[in-house]
């Protein structure tokens, strides 16, 4: 039996969903792309913009130091391949975990009450950008346990109106990645209680919550904690699909 692959601990989310060779982004012309996972990304701000060591990188990543040496070179190997064939770079995906230093543990105050849980949801896990979800994942909860669950579309709501959204689907609970301070005020006036920071699969996020187990960062901030400005250049989408400027983006 293969063994369990680890997931690497990520301190700094990428503010942006990646990179587009100019000349491609302004006359609508869709050039190749390359993906750099997260974990990628993050080994190469530890060591080539912070300049740590591999064994440091380890250690912060809390993988073993042939496994940095790994995701370091085929995080390079992705950036040359990008600049030298003039592909547009993705970042996104891999196996991480976010570094919180304030995880508190959560559990529903009424778990024998009937109750609308949503997940911000992408693939089986939870997106990590509440301001640029499309897709909820609903879970109807009634005396303790799951009895339904289904993903709703949010498409076309925008980044304003997700609160709205939710409260019209009659969610109690939001369990989600990052989210900004304007949003988490949107839900508050909505009357749905958030638990941000979290990470890995929606249905064990729900499970853990109900088991008061739910790891979560009660001081959770989008990192990109921008609100309402004007970016200067667009990204390639993917997830999500947004444009970022100056290192924020709208959530």
Excluded at 19 to 30: E, K, M, N, S, V
Excluded at 83 to 93: A, P, Y
Excluded at 182 to 188: T, V
Aim: net charge negative; with cysteine.
């Amino acid at each position: 039996m293969p063994r369990p692959r680890k997931s690497r601990l990520v301190h700094a989310m990428p503010s942006c969903e990646g990179f587009t060779p100019l000349g491609y982004a302004d006359d609508g012309i869709c050039c190749r792309t390359v993906t750099m996972t997260v974990d990628e990304f993050e080994a190469i701000r530890l060591i080539d913009f912070l300049k740590l060591t591999q064994e440091e990188c380890a250690a912060r990543m809390q993988v073993s130091r042939p496994t940095v040496t790994n995701i370091y070179e085929s995080a390079r190997f992705k950036l040359a391949d990008a600049l030298v064939n003039e592909k547009q770079m993705l970042i996104g995906g891999g196996d991480y975990d976010i570094y919180c230093e304030n995880k508190k543990t959560a559990a529903l105050e009424e778990v024998n009450a009937t109750m609308k849980i949503a997940v911000t949801y992408e693939n089986g896990r939870i997106f990590q950008h509440f301001g640029h979800c499309e897709n909820f994942k609903l879970y109807q909860v009634e005396d303790g346990k799951i009895v339904s669950s289904s993903v709703e579309n949010a498409a076309g709501s925008g980044h304003g109106a997700l609160a709205g959204f939710l409260k019209n689907l009659g969610t109690d609970v939001l369990i989600c990645g990052g989210i900004g301070g304007g949003a988490q005020n949107a839900l508050a006036e909505a009357g749905i209680r958030l638990y941000g920071g979290v990470t890995g699969s929606a249905d064990e996020a729900v499970q853990a919550l109900i088991d008061g187990t739910l790891a979560y960062n009660a001081n959770v901030q989008c990192s990109h904690h921008g609100e309402g400005h004007e970016g200067g250049h667009s990204f390639g989408s993917h997830g999500g699909g947004h444009s970022c400027g100056g290192g924020s983006c709208r959530n």
